[in-house]
């Protein structure tokens, strides 16, 4: 619930603008007060007289607003609230954000400020993917702002991709997860998920069988011991953790790169079963069916996403923490394997077929650090995930301990 919190909600000029009238709604129904603020491309999507009377509250947009001034100062405006709200948050808001621009009420609120402040992007899928905005985007969260979505999907110009506004219920969700405290509050963590998928031509690709079970269980336990968590998956037929950052990738080069744009974080979780190989050069049609069979697929290695966190020089995380699938030798592979990878502590499970593990309900792990080997229970992939983010929250007590 949010009672007694107080979310300054700035509605910029994008078409998403109409979908902020429902999440005031939610926002109060939640039990929020909300302090409603329009630039003025945004009165060209919604009027200020439907936000005010679902806001309860007279809306703000003028910079230099003598009867405000008189009531409340534009400074103290921002102060007051627990959380500014950015929904949609357009490509120019996120440029002037990055810049430190001051030039409306918008703006001039979110630069006069030390409130937190969480926006929801929403622009053409060309616009999202432009290097400046993906440039503007590194900055904001390099200040500690935090982004949720853009969702992918069909735009309003007709294009798909991502670029939409998350739907109010998932921002919704944000907002509570931003003000659930917990051990892990102030931790941002990465976790990666699911099967990637490597296309053979427009119809086909080669996947496994990787349900995301495991990386959605992991998600949302650390979501609900207050981690900031974003959350990287392939396609997955597991349901989405609530309250995390959520991106989807379909390849494991994309995974990747949305890997690389994550980062920096304090703990990342390497759960996905990346595809090893890809296809090297997918067909740009259906491939047909030949007289005298297929022909050979060739194939090169995809880059091994965990390994090239672990080891990194800058940016490496405080906790990378990987998982291993074998169906043979489980401890002795994965004890090699963590060294090979560079990873603190390595999750290995016998995804043999005999196990039901690999797309199942139950995990049952052999936890390998530096320190030692720990066999855990054979348990479900909820209670598996519990007892790795006990661990997590012990190990970062320990380290806060050990620094302070
Ligand atoms: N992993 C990764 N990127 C890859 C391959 C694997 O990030 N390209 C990560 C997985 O998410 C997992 C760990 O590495 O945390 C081990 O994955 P696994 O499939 O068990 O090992 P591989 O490196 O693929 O080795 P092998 O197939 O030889 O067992």
């Known amino acids: 619930m949010l009672s007694s919190k107080r979310i300054l909600l700035i509605i910029t000029g994008g078409i998403a603008a109409y979908k902020s009238l429902d999440l005031i709604r939610k926002l109060r129904a939640a039990g ?5 603020v329009l630039t003025d491309s945004a009165k060209e999507f919604v009027t200020p007289l439907s936000v005010a009377a679902l806001a309860g509250e007279k809306v703000h947009s003028e910079l230099f607003d003598l009867t405000s001034e008189a009531e409340m100062g534009h400074i103290e405006l921002s102060r007051s609230a627990d959380l500014i709200l ?3 948050a357009t490509a120019d808001m996120m440029a002037k954000m990055a810049q430190g621009s001051a030039d409306d009420l918008a703006s001039t609120l979110i630069l006069a400020t030390d409130t937190p402040v969480l926006i929801a992007p929403s622009m053409n899928v060309r616009m999202w993917e432009h290097s400046a905005t993906q440039r503007n985007l590194r ?3 390099a200040d500690g702002v935090k982004i949720f979505g853009p969702d992918a999907g069909d735009m309003a110009c007709g294009e798909f991709g991502p670029g939409r506004m998350s739907e109010p219920v998932d921002i919704l969700t944000a907002v509570q997860m931003h003000f659930t405290r917990g051990p892990l509050t102030g931790q941002r963590v990465l976790v990666t998920s699911g099967p990637t998928h490597e296309p053979i031509d427009p119809v086909r690709y080669i996947a496994n069988r990787s349900s995301g079970r495991q990386g959605s269980a992991i998600a949302q336990a650390l979501v609900n011991q207050g981690a900031e968590v974003v959350f990287i998956s392939g396609p997955a037929a597991a349901d989405p953790p609530l309250g995390a950052q959520i991106k989807r990738v379909e390849t494991a080069l994309e995974m990747a790169q949305a890997v690389e744009q994550a980062l920096p974080c304090n703990i990342a979780i390497f759960v996905a079963a990346v595809a ?6 997918p067909g740009a049609e259906k ?6 069979g297929l022909s050979t697929l060739s194939f090169v290695e995809n880059p091994d996403i965990l390994a090239s966190v672990a080891q990194r020089r800058d940016n490496r995380p405080d906790l990378v923490i990987g998982f291993a699938a ?11 394997k963590r060294m ?9 499970n016998d995804v043999s077929a005999k196990t039901g593990i690999m797309g199942g309900d139950e995990n049952a792990i052999l936890c390998i650090e530096q320190a030692g080997v720990d066999q855990w229970p054979r348990a479900s992939k909820a209670q598996v995930a519990e007892r790795l983010v006990q661990k997590i929250i012990d190990h970062v007590e320990k380290a806060s301990t050990a620094h302070g």
């Open 139 to 141: 900055q904001l969260q």
């Open 86 to 88: 950015v929904a949609p």
């Open 340 to 348: 090979r990878k560079g990873c603190d502590w390595l999750l290995a």
């Open 276 to 281: 090893d190989y890809r296809v090297e050069l």
């Open 326 to 336: 074998e169906t043979e030798a489980l401890e002795k592979n994965a004890q090699a």
């Open 32 to 36: 929020a007060a909300v302090t409603p």
């Open 287 to 292: 491939i047909k069916k030949q007289a005298g």
